[in-house]
């Protein structure tokens, strides 16, 4: 881990378009990041309605590996 974004809103909605500016600003030279995977997470619908559990990356992987 090279950086951490920690980020908060009035509510969840707020906290997520905080969230989603603060990852497409985010630049970094010379090494890959997952900044866009991580916008299509947070962007994701069943995200934005709390319906998160330890397996939503392998529930949704095709629509967040997209791109």
Do not use: C, W, Y
Request: net charge neutral; aromatic share 4%; glycine share 12%.
């Amino acid at each position: 881990m090279i950086a951490k974004i920690v980020d908060h809103g009035h509510d969840r909605n707020e906290a997520i378009a905080r969230m989603l500016a603060a990852l497409g600003g985010v630049q970094v030279e010379g090494v890959k990041t997952n900044a866009a995977f991580l916008s299509r997470v947070i962007d994701h619908p069943a995200f934005r309605a709390g319906e998160t559990h330890t397996g939503f990356v392998a529930e949704h992987g095709a629509a967040l590996t997209k791109g």
